[in-house]
């Protein structure tokens, strides 16, 4: 069992390179779990809708909310992201041998969100990659200790670190 993170600078960077390390790994035949995060622009908003595509074929699941136009407040729907939850659980249940999680943020560093998705993938033996960003990454060193390995921000390196499996 492994954990992994990576982080990106730029907003919206990490989700497509997420999704590409998922669909590399399938078609490496892995047996995957977890969400990857799809962004939709919305119009007339500087906000992008979020969905999570569950691992490995799906449901999409709406994880964020509309606040309008000019609204500053977090738009992650608490609902929404423990549907997806509830979903990569079951997925998990069914096998793997890759957990991913698009980003270990708020809920989780709060100990909701993926928290437990994530200790039960580490205690059937499957390996941990996350998203995480510069606030989030001390409270997923404390959750995980000192096992968290850190991995750039691109497809090679992280699928290197996926099929080089023990």
Same mark, same amino acid.
């Given at each position: 069992m492994r954990l992994a993170c990576t982080m990106t600078e730029?907003? /919206?960077e990490l989700d497509p390179l997420l999704h590409?390390?998922?669909r590399a790994a399938m078609a490496d035949g892995l047996r995957l779990a977890g969400i990857v995060q799809i962004n939709s622009e919305r119009p007339g908003d500087t906000r992008c809708d979020m969905d999570a595509l569950v691992l490995p074929d799906g449901p999409v699941i709406r994880i964020s909310q509309s606040l309008g136009p000019g609204a500053r407040g977090c738009q $992650?729907?608490? +609902? /929404?992201? &423990?549907?997806? =939850?509830a979903a990569a659980e079951t997925a998990l249940a069914g096998g793997a041998d $890759?957990?991913?999680v698009n980003k270990f943020g708020k809920?989780? +560093? +709060?100990? !909701?969100?993926? !928290?437990?998705?994530?200790?039960?993938?580490? &205690?059937? #033996?499957? #390996? =941990?990659?996350?998203g995480v960003n510069r606030t989030n990454l001390p409270a997923l060193e404390a959750y995980? /200790?000192? #096992?968290v390995t850190r991995l750039p921000p691109a497809?090679?390196?992280?699928? +290197?670190? =996926?099929? &080089? !499996?023990?």
């Amino acid at each position: 069992m492994r954990l992994a993170c990576t982080m990106t600078e730029g907003r /919206g960077e990490l989700d497509p390179l997420l999704h590409a390390v998922a669909r590399a790994a399938m078609a490496d035949g892995l047996r995957l779990a977890g969400i990857v995060q799809i962004n939709s622009e919305r119009p007339g908003d500087t906000r992008c809708d979020m969905d999570a595509l569950v691992l490995p074929d799906g449901p999409v699941i709406r994880i964020s909310q509309s606040l309008g136009p000019g609204a500053r407040g977090c738009q $992650l729907d608490a +609902a /929404g992201l &423990e549907t997806a =939850v509830a979903a990569a659980e079951t997925a998990l249940a069914g096998g793997a041998d $890759l957990l991913i999680v698009n980003k270990f943020g708020k809920q989780e +560093a +709060a100990g !909701r969100g993926f !928290r437990n998705v994530i200790a039960r993938a580490l &205690e059937l #033996d499957a #390996d =941990v990659l996350v998203g995480v960003n510069r606030t989030n990454l001390p409270a997923l060193e404390a959750y995980a /200790g000192t #096992d968290v390995t850190r991995l750039p921000p691109a497809v090679a390196p992280l699928l +290197a670190w =996926v099929r &080089e !499996r023990p």
